[in-house]
């Protein structure tokens, strides 16, 4: 089944289309990669799925109903989360109250307070938190910042994870751990679709692959599919 | 001329006249607001000092209202010029973001605001004063107008033209246009932008006084009017666009006439309108007119 | 973390607000008239601050509708407790203020709180004055009438009623703090966008901790108001209860709770001494205050405020 569909999804800024008439659909179980030169939209794109914007035109269905246009907590509620390129997180809560607000609020059902901290507590061991629950998110390092971000969107019970440039900014040992986690995320049942910059990580990690580039999307197909494009390549120029 | 025209000519040149008033004031507060990024709310006390300055000067020392503006506009603008160099310059360096500062620096203003307003009213009291200026009818085919009035309208286009013609012409002007687009690449481009930022607050708070003085003359003065005119700047600027001057001259106009028109029919309902106006604008169409 | 060392410190100052209340609520038994007068006050500006705070610490919007509020509650006296005997107990009417507040600052936030935030702080600055000219408008046009008179209460019920607000303000406060909703507004003022995208329906949040903020004062408008003999809107709606609030709660930033309680004693003794015999000083005292206070802000405004709001309302955690 389709989890997620976009229809000729546009989206303009000023005079500008920074998303232009774009199809995709990402099928249940999958792990979807989205790539593409900076300001080519990705985010804009993952902002529009969100409901951080509403599209100018177009159609987006999660689990076959239209959810452009809805506000965020309400597509949250209905199973998808994400994370974000600038990593954002509530500095001066905890790190384990950080996650257990995405099962307090996130989930269809809501949870007990005691319950979410238990969750969130189970949470952060999945993802590879490396430090004591309740140090303030604040002063976590980068990539176990990052983590309590997965972990929140974990918490919410989503059945789809946008992951919004997780690499970016890890060493190679964390970026192979945020791979290996990539995986067992899909494991669990949650279908992802993830932006990213590092070419390793996306194509070795992902069932199929779209390319934006100026809003438009170039080339989509398995990552062997879009290594041969040659329109891919002429775009990166030799990654 | 028949009656109706002559109303209807009476309501255009009220309605030009007050929006003239109305873009000064809007252009001032925008050129603090859309480039030095200071929401001053003490714009109204500016104008009011513009107004008792003049009013002063004329009954004291029969000096010409329309002299008063080659007095008043240096001084102002040298006071709003150090206003912001040293208050608001300060406030920017400590402010940790963008949004922390003009929280700040509004808040500065509204402390502005008390101030200005309390010292006229230590200095003039609160009993209303007026004064006469050109205050004789002048007849153009057959209708009559007031002196003042057209006069009024003649000077707030020179000086809104002058004004155009300086940002448009001058390397200062192209500056602050510049700055108005994005103060920082500005800056890097090698704009004084901290000079830039001082001299719009500096000709803001001119433009306000300016209105003041030809204001001066027809209505009646008391230290609190300021603040009835902060908000209709505020609410035409939003109307414009925040941080677009041209849409703060038009938005300007635009309540102007509407103004003119309500209060033809009922003088107590045009700030009702202009609230009106902002209400359906946050409704609708917050970005305003011009906004980006 | 030795938990019996934390269970004694919260019985400790649970045992010192209890001994607080008694010593306040037996006040007009030993204290003099004036005393109660001037308490009462002072409870008041504590009121606007702390409910202020409320909404303006944790969602880091910028209100400067507190006059608004606090006006509208100065009016539902005005116009439920005439002179010619009241209609209405003082408790109702209070209620009622309440609740007025309540509505409009529900309706405000609907309209504005979806915006930036320099929308807000613009309409709600704005506020002030639309009601103002509006009821100026209304007594001209419809009424005919310039000001209202209220029938004078005593200044013992007065001060009950303050300390009820006052009281139930606290209460409420320590509700929020404690409770999911708490939590919800703690993470929008944290990061919005991520407590929208975690599930938070922030514009809902936001909307009714500003009702909730409203609603006191707007009592303690209503409460206030029955001390004074005439009011009219120039009176009722005074852009000074805008900034007051926002002046005291930079001092909470500074230090602990008592900031804004002892910025209320000085305020409140300062309007008993000055207020009627130099209000022009008074307002201009004031207004050097603010602009100094800016000016000398180690860490900016909505540090600051934050700081504050986690001071006053604590929070179960380290302080960062």
């Known amino acids: 089944m389709r989890m997620l569909e976009g229809e000729k999804v546009t989206k303009y800024f000023g005079g500008l289309a920074a998303v232009s008439e774009v199809d995709f659909y990402v099928e249940k179980g999958e792990i979807f990669g989205l790539i593409g030169p900076n300001g080519a939209g990705k985010t804009t794109l993952f902002n ?51 996650v257990a607000l995405g099962a307090l609020f996130g989930t269809p059902k809501s949870l007990s307070p005691a319950k979410a901290t238990k969750e969130a507590g189970e949470l952060l061991d999945f993802v590879g938190f490396s430090v004591p629950q309740d140090v303030p998110a604040g002063g976590l390092t980068l990539v176990n910042q990052k983590r309590v971000e997965v972990a929140r969107a974990l918490a919410t019970k989503a059945d789809m994870v946008l992951l919004d440039e997780l690499m970016a900014g890890l060493t190679p040992t964390e970026t192979a751990e945020a791979m290996e986690l990539v995986t067992r995320i899909r494991d669990r049942g949650v279908t992802v679709f993830m932006i990213e910059h590092v070419m390793k990580a996306i194509m070795g990690v992902c069932d199929r692959i779209m390319v934006l580039h100026h809003g438009e999307k170039i080339a989509d197909g398995t990552p062997q599919e879009i290594a041969a494009s040659k329109k891919v390549i002429e775009v990166y120029l030799g990654e | 001329m028949p009656e109706s025209v002559i109303t209807i000519l009476d309501l255009a040149i009220g309605g030009l006249l007050l929006g003239a008033i109305y873009a000064l004031i809007a252009m001032g507060l925008s050129l603090q607001y859309g480039v030095a990024r200071v929401l001053n709310i003490a714009h109204g006390e ?71 307003q309390n010292l006229a009213l230590i200095g003039w009291g609160a009993t209303p004063r007026a004064y006469s200026y050109l205050n004789f009818g002048v007849n153009i085919g057959g209708a009559v107008f007031t002196a003042n009035r057209l006069v009024i309208l003649g000077f707030a286009v020179a000086i809104g033209v002058g004004f155009y013609l300086f940002l448009i012409r001058t390397r200062m002007g192209k500056a602050i246009r510049a700055a108005a687009q994005d103060a920082k690449t500005a800056g890097l481009m090698g704009v004084n932008i901290n000079l830039v930022l001082a001299i719009c607050f500096g000709l803001g708070a001119v433009l306000a006084a300016v209105a003041g003085t030809l204001m001066s003359m027809r209505i009646s003065l008391t230290p609190t009017i300021g603040l009835n005119y902060t908000v209709i700047s505020i609410i035409i600027i939003v109307l414009g666009g925040l941080g677009s001057i041209p849409g703060s001259f038009i938005g300007g106009f635009i309540l102007g006439i509407i103004g003119t028109v309500v209060t033809y029919y009922n003088p107590s309902l045009s700030l009702a309108a202009y609230y009106f106006i902002f209400v359906m604008l946050l409704l609708v169409r917050p970005k305003g007119i011009f906004g980006k | 973390m030795d938990i019996s060392v934390f269970g004694s410190r919260k019985l400790w100052v649970a045992g010192l607000a209890l001994l607080i209340l008694v010593a306040l609520a037996t006040l007009p038994f030993y204290g003099s008239l004036y005393m109660t007068i001037l308490m009462t006050a002072i409870l008041m500006y504590i009121i606007i601050t702390v409910s202020w705070v409320i909404f303006s610490g944790p969602s880091g919007y910028l209100s400067l509708a507190s006059a608004a509020f606090f006006g509208i509650g100065i009016y539902a006296s005005a116009i439920l407790l005439p002179t010619t005997g009241a209609v209405l107990p003082v408790l109702v009417v209070v209620l009622i203020a309440g609740a007025l507040s309540f509505v409009v600052a529900v309706l405000v936030g609907f309209l504005t709180l979806r915006l930036r935030g320099i929308y807000f702080a613009i309409f709600t600055f704005g506020l002030v004055e639309l009601i103002k000219q509006f009821l100026l408008f209304w007594e001209f046009e419809v009424t005919h009438t310039r000001g209202r008179y209220v029938l004078l209460v005593d200044s013992r019920t007065i001060f009950y009623i303050m300390l009820g607000i006052f009281v139930a303000l606290i209460l409420t406060a320590y509700f929020i703090r404690n409770s999911k909703f708490g939590l919800a507004l703690r993470s929008i003022g944290e990061n919005e966008e991520a407590a929208a995208h975690s599930g938070v329906n922030v514009t809902m949040v936001k909307v009714i901790t500003f009702g909730i903020s409203a609603v006191f004062m707007g009592a303690a408008g209503a409460t206030i108001a029955m001390r004074w003999t005439y009011i009219d809107p120039y009176i009722a709606f005074n852009s000074l209860f805008s900034f007051l609030p926002v002046l005291m709660a930079i001092f909470g930033g500074l230090g602990q709770f008592y900031g804004p309680v002892i910025g209320a004693a000085i305020f409140a003794y300062l309007e008993e001494t000055l207020l009627t015999k130099f209000p022009y000083y008074y307002m201009l005292i004031f207004g050097c205050v603010l602009v100094g206070t800016m000016l000398f802000m180690p860490f900016g405004f909505t540090g600051l405020i934050q700081k504050g709001w986690r001071r006053l309302i604590g929070g179960q955690h380290a302080d960062a």
């Open chain 1, 48 to 98: 529009l799925i969100s409901g951080a914007f509403t599209p100018k035109s177009g159609v987006i269905k999660f689990k076959d109903k239209k959810i452009s246009g809805l506000k965020p907590y309400k597509i949250c509620r209905m199973g998808m989360a994400r994370t974000f390129q600038e990593v954002k997180i509530f500095t001066n809560m905890p790190a384990i109250q950080n």
């Open chain 2, 46 to 116: 500016f104008i009011m000092i513009g107004a008792f300055a003049t009013y002063t000067l004329y009954t004291v020392f029969g000096i010409n209202p329309l002299l008063t503006l080659v007095i008043v506009g240096p001084i102002i603008f040298v006071i709003g010029f150090l206003l912001h160099r040293t208050m608001f310059r300060r406030l920017s360096i400590t402010a940790p973001t963008p949004d922390a500062y003009e929280a700040s620096s509004l808040l500065a203003t509204f402390g502005l605001l008390f101030i200005i």
